[in-house]
Nanobody, 124 residues
């Protein structure tokens, strides 16, 4: 069983930065994809970014390209999301997730395991 624990959320002013972390445990992560998704109040969960664990190939939603950077540290089994130039529309609960087969990294339905989420609030 995979456990995913997010941290690093908080309150930040528009234009500021935050770095989210996702500590993973419970299996080896070779061959998986790990992703970040977010859900704002009253909205559906949406894809933010994903990374193939072995190749480190990355995917981004258009809304965050150039502002967010996803990365991973295999020695720590930890994934990160560096978020710069944050805007109020980035306010949401951010979830990390693991897709065992890495078939469709931007599709939430493809993910098998989810963390509990961390709140990010950007004030204007």
């Amino acid at each position: 069983q995979v456990q995913l624990v997010e941290s690093g959320g908080g309150l930040v002013q528009a234009g500021g930065s935050l770095r989210l972390s996702c500590a993973a445990s419970g299996r080896t992560f070779s061959g998986v994809a790990m992703g970040w998704f977010r859900q704002a109040p009253g909205k559906e969960r949406e894809f933010v970014a994903a990374i193939r664990w072995t190749s480190r190939y990355t995917y981004y939603a258009d809304s965050v390209k150039g502002r967010f950077t996803i990365s991973r540290d295999s020695a720590k089994n930890t994934m990160y999301l560096q978020m710069n130039s944050l805007q109020p529309e980035d306010t949401a609960v951010y979830y990390c997730a693991c897709d065992r087969t890495a078939q469709s990294p931007s599709n939430a339905d493809a993910y098998d395991y989810w963390g509990q989420g961390t709140q990010v609030t950007v004030s204007s």
